[in-house]
Every structure is written in structure tokens, then in C-alpha cells.
């Protein structure tokens, strides 16, 4: 609707600004075009850069489900 509107006024569609990394996820290290390393729709500096961020990301689940699992009171036997 907006861009049916912009195309009467205007003539034309604005363009859409596509997102571009500024930052690798892990390190925060300025990412160039030539290295992307894009995984799991994010994008890193490197491969060491993506797999600490995959070990850190499951050690967050294993301390989740922990703490999920301890605050959980134990099933009552009939």
C-alpha cells in the first residue's frame, strides 16, 4: 500500500537499504566483504570466531537446562 502510494507521488519505489555487518558476532572485529563467514544467520570474522560462539552458546543451554531442571520440584510418589 505505502509503495503503491510512493509510486503515484513519486514514480518511483524507494529502495530497501540492505543490512550489511559492521562487526563480527564473537570478537566484535570489523568484518571486510572478502571474509564473511556467514552461519546460522549470523555473520562472523572467521571460522575460530564461529565456533567459540557455537561453544558458547551451547555452555548458555547446558546452564539453562540445569538451572531449569534444580528450580523443578521433584515429581510426588503415589
Given amino acids: 500500500m505505502a509503495d503503491e502510494a510512493a509510486v503515484k507521488e513519486g514514480g518511483r519505489k524507494p529502495k530497501k537499504k540492505k543490512s550489511r555487518p559492521t562487526n563480527c558476532v564473537q570478537s566484535n572485529k570489523r568484518i ?3 571474509d564473511w ?13 564461529f565456533k ?5 552458546e551451547a555452555e548458555k543451554a547446558l546452564k539453562a537446562k540445569e ?6 520440584p521433584p515429581p510426588a510418589s503415589a
Avoid: V
Fill in 52 to 56: 567459540l560462539y557455537m561453544a558458547q
Fill in 32 to 34: 571486510r566483504r572478502k
Fill in 37 to 49: 563467514y556467514y552461519r546460522n544467520g549470523k555473520y562472523f570474522a572467521n571460522k575460530k570466531c
Fill in 67 to 72: 538451572a531449569q531442571t534444580a528450580a523443578e
